[in-house]
């Protein structure tokens, strides 16, 4: 029997197609092996959003070859999109098949052919993608909650941004073909599901169907009322009253949102081709807070964009020390060849954006913590996803996204339970269970 394994970097996209190819191939009969065993084919799923990711898919692929150097590697993702040519560099020896972002369904049929050459590649033109992949999924090995891909691609091409050129334009996936993953996730016992994509809040606008990601959010919450549904993310111009509306009327939809800020400066959000500012952003944050009090908010956070002088960074640091987020993703500006943001003057140097992406991941800490304090003593439900090897508890996320551990038994594990925080120390919240 053929031996596959399937290694992934970067973004919830990424994991869930490669959940699709795992379904594909036992499908064919192949055993899945973990990345650290030997296998007769080995799929890398790269990223390569930042130069740390780019690097971390090269150094996976060499690594992967020298232990496994007659495998056939079956390279896809945003790196395989882009760099193509480098692969051809770096894989010498190794049977390659190169599968680009809008091949991804023809994959596990490629890995599988026989008398095929030493080397396939598949890539094409991302840009001319008219469709989204079909990738249907039947499980997560090992996850608790499911991750649901509706939308690829994106059309804002942000200055600093390369996926539009790795993941194409804005596709759907066409509503039926939506319910029906929602309905293998049901039969399958998934308790928590994420809608997730590149750029969700555009789901639909490319098709003739008349749906949006609002009625979309509505119809998951209507028929699969014993799901738990929770946004990967929304931009601050697309949280308006209608998603406050849903959320708050439908018990299963999540009172989490992560909304992407980048900056808190006006004049870097225009340079970045961001399209809103930062007073869209204040509103946003003003108006879920005023409707759902509890609500998790997060944001992303980019540092040392080109020309961020410390002004800027201090406005920036200044607008999210003020606002009630929960927490920050922050990143330090990578420059990307092929974006506009590489070719800008002004370029901040190593130190500077070190020293500016600390300050932020500090601050990080800090409104993780007041969110968390602001929560004790309250009742949670938490959705146990594993025990904690360290220290034997139970670990699951609450409603509003805080990492919540209790004691229990195991087989509590892909349960919802009761809590109530009782404690949050530097390194966890805990609670204890309510009968």
Same mark, same amino acid.
């Given at each position: ?42 799929? *890398? ?10 690097? @971390? ?5 060499? $690594? ?8 056939? +590697? ?10 193509? /040519?480098? !692969? ?24 599988? =052919?026989?008398?095929?050459? %030493? ?8 840009? =001319? ?5 079909? +990738? ?13 891909? *509706? ?21 759907? &996936? ?6 029906? @993953? ?19 809040? $555009?789901?639909?606008? %490319?098709?003739? /169907? ?12 209507? %028929? ?18 209608? !998603?406050? %509306? ?49 609500? =998790? ?20 640091? $200044?607008?999210?020390?003020? +606002? ?58 938490? &959705? ?24 229990? =038994?195991?087989? !509590? ?16 919240? +805990? ?5």
């Amino acid at each position: 029997m053929t031996k596959v394994a399937v290694a992934t970097l970067g973004c919830k996209v990424n994991q869930f197609e490669s959940a699709s190819f795992i379904t594909g191939f036992k499908e064919q009969g192949c055993v899945i092996v973990p990345a650290t065993e030997k296998a007769d084919i080995f799929v *890398i799923n790269t990223c390569t959003v930042t130069g740390r990711a780019g690097q @971390q898919s090269r150094q996976l692929i060499r $690594k992967i070859m020298r232990k496994n150097p007659e495998a056939r +590697l079956v390279v896809t993702g945003c790196y395989a999109q882009m760099a193509a /040519e480098e !692969l051809l560099d770096i894989v010498v020896d190794n049977p390659l098949a190169i599968i680009g972002n809008g091949n991804k369904h023809l994959l596990v049929k490629t890995a599988l =052919a026989d008398k095929q050459p %030493d080397m396939v590649m598949l890539t094409g033109r991302i840009s =001319a993608k008219k469709e989204i992949c079909p +990738l249907p999924v039947q499980r997560f090995s090992g996850r608790t909650r499911a991750y649901m891909r *509706i939308q690829d691609g994106c059309n804002n091409f942000c200055t600093y941004c390369i996926v539009p050129h790795t993941r194409g334009r804005s596709r759907s &996936l066409p509503l039926e073909q939506v319910l029906e @993953q929602m309905r293998i996730f049901a039969q399958q016992g998934y308790l928590e599901v994420i809608i997730t994509g590149i750029n969700v809040g $555009k789901y639909g606008l %490319d098709l003739n /169907e008349g749906e949006s990601i609002y009625s979309l959010l509505e119809r998951l919450c209507r %028929d699969f009322p014993s799901i738990r549904i929770r946004l990967s993310s929304v931009e601050p111009t697309e949280v308006d009253e209608r !998603l406050l %509306d849903i959320m708050t009327r439908n018990a299963n939809f999540m009172p989490h949102l992560h909304i992407p800020l980048q900056s808190g400066d006006d004049g870097v959000l225009a340079r970045m081709n961001r399209r809103y500012t930062t007073e869209t952003f204040v509103r946003a944050v003003q108006k879920i807070s005023c409707a759902l009090p509890h609500c =998790a908010i997060g944001c992303d956070i980019l540092g040392g964009f080109p020309g961020e002088d410390d002004s800027a960074a201090t406005h920036t640091f $200044k607008l999210l020390e003020g +606002l009630p987020i929960s927490y920050l993703h922050v990143f330090p500006y990578s420059k990307r060849p092929g974006t506009l943001a590489a070719q800008y003057k002004n370029q901040v140097p190593g130190p500077v954006k070190d020293q500016r992406v600390a300050r932020l991941r500090k601050l990080d800490q800090e409104k993780k913590h007041q969110f968390y304090t602001r929560h004790l003593a309250t009742e949670q439900t938490i &959705l146990v996803e594993r025990v904690h090897q360290k220290t034997g508890l139970l670990q699951g996320f609450s409603e509003n996204y805080i990492p919540v551990r209790c004691e229990g =038994a195991a087989d !509590l594990v892909r349960t919802l339970v009761r809590v109530r925080i009782t404690e949050v120390t530097d390194s966890a919240v +805990l609670a204890e269970r309510v009968e």
